[in-house]
Every structure is written in structure tokens, then in C-alpha cells.
């Protein structure tokens, strides 16, 4: 049951993890809650439930791991520089609000990155987020017709 509603929650993830646009409590908070911001720690929620507790914190460095290095070397490096970009803008609340979706994004897109790698049918994952993602656009489109 957890397997199958965190498999949901992955495909729904990678299908709208462009849909920056959506906002699921419609303009309540000083910030857009996008899709992404919901259904990732979904995942890693159902994930951390059905790990074994003296399995939780255990991180075992693979190879796929070893070959993200550069890109979190210069990941970290455009955080550091937008962090230190925040005191100079106009609004650095709302700069800290921005950086902080930026960063949780980041973090998320880089679980769901292993999420992928896990999974041992990767193309049906993909090509199931891509139907996921067709179908929600052509819904909008329609919607926006009607609009």
C-alpha cells in the first residue's frame, strides 16, 4: 500500500515538477506551494516509514553518488553566491523566502534523482510521468479554453 501511494507520489513529482504556476492553497501564504513542495516530501516521508529503523541512517556512498559530485560542487557554489546575493536586494525578506524554495527544490530534486535510480524500471517511470505530465497540461489547456 505504501509502496504503490509513494510510486504515485514520484510519478506526480517528476510529471509536475515544472508546474512553478500552481498554487495548492491559491494565493493564502506569501508563497506559491507548488506541487513539488508537496508530493517530494511525500515521498520521502512513505520512504522513511517503511525503511527499517537500524536501516534509517545508514548512507552508503555508490557510484552514482560518486558521479554527482561535481554538479553538487557547483550547486553548492550558486547557493552560497545567491545567499550572499540575499542583503543586497531590495527586499531581503522576500529574498530569504525565494532562497529557501530555491534550496528546498534543490534538495528535493536531488532525492528524487535517487528515487529514479532505484527504481529497477526507470523507463516506465519516466515514460508514466511524462503521460502524467501531457495529460495535466492538456486538462489546463482545456480549462484555460473554457476560462
Not at 556512498?61 to 550558486?78: E, N
Request: glycine share 4%; aromatic share 14%; with cysteine.
Amino acid at each position: 500500500m505504501f509502496r504503490k501511494l509513494q510510486y504515485i507520489c514520484l510519478v506526480g513529482s517528476i510529471g509536475l515538477i515544472g508546474a512553478d504556476r500552481i498554487d495548492l492553497l491559491a494565493n493564502d501564504l506569501s508563497f506559491i506551494v507548488k506541487p513539488f513542495l508537496v508530493l517530494p516530501p511525500m515521498v520521502f516521508l512513505l520512504h522513511v516509514w517503511q525503511v527499517a529503523p537500524n536501516r534509517m541512517f545508514r548512507f552508503t556512498i555508490t557510484p552514482p553518488i560518486r558521479r554527482t559530485a561535481p554538479f553538487l560542487v557547483a550547486a553548492s557554489l550558486f547557493l552560497m553566491l545567491t545567499f550572499a546575493s540575499i542583503p543586497l536586494g531590495l527586499d531581503p525578506g522576500r529574498g530569504l523566502v525565494a532562497f529557501s524554495d530555491l534550496l528546498l527544490m534543490a534538495i528535493f530534486a536531488y532525492y528524487i534523482l535517487f528515487r529514479i535510480w532505484e527504481d529497477p524500471e526507470r523507463e516506465k517511470l519516466i515514460l508514466r510521468s511524462v503521460t502524467f505530465a501531457l495529460v495535466a497540461y492538456i486538462i489546463f489547456c482545456v480549462g484555460e479554453c473554457i476560462a
